[in-house]
């Protein structure tokens, strides 16, 4: 069993800053690809940004310059940070990791998702 806890989100004004956190928990060993996704009302899921075990790092076009995208393999926590928010960053952020597991088949576990709302 695994289980993520989100936190970090709230309301700020644009051009303000946010960092999310997202802890991972249970039965495993370690932890490959991580990473935050968000939605927003209407519209389709997105990847934000992704960090694979080796630090290697991806992000949305929308958010590049902007997010950071970090992990701590020691405490298998994964964090967001949010800088130069804009309304158009409103949406619920939801993490992503993949675990593998035992006979080398890997499993997707989603957080419960933070809201973050950005006023103009």
């Known amino acids: 069993q695994v289980q993520l806890v989100e936190s970090g989100g709230g309301l700020v004004q644009a051009g303000g800053s946010l960092r999310l956190s997202c802890a991972a928990s249970g039965s495993f060993f370690r932890v490959n690809a991580m990473g935050w996704y968000r939605q927003a009302p209407g519209k389709q899921r997105e990847l934000v940004a992704g960090?694979?075990?080796?630090?290697?790092?991806n992000y949305a076009d929308s958010v590049k310059g902007r997010f950071t995208i970090s992990r701590d393999n020691v405490k298998y926590t994964v964090y967001l940070q949010m800088n130069s928010l804009k309304p158009e960053d409103t949406a619920v952020y939801y993490c992503?990791?993949?675990?593998?597991?035992?006979?080398?088949?890997?499993?997707?576990?989603w957080g419960q998702g933070t809201q973050v709302t950005v006023s103009s």
């Open positions: 992503h990791v993949i675990i593998p597991r035992v006979g080398g088949r890997q499993y997707e576990y």
């Open positions: 960090i694979t075990s080796d630090g290697g790092r």
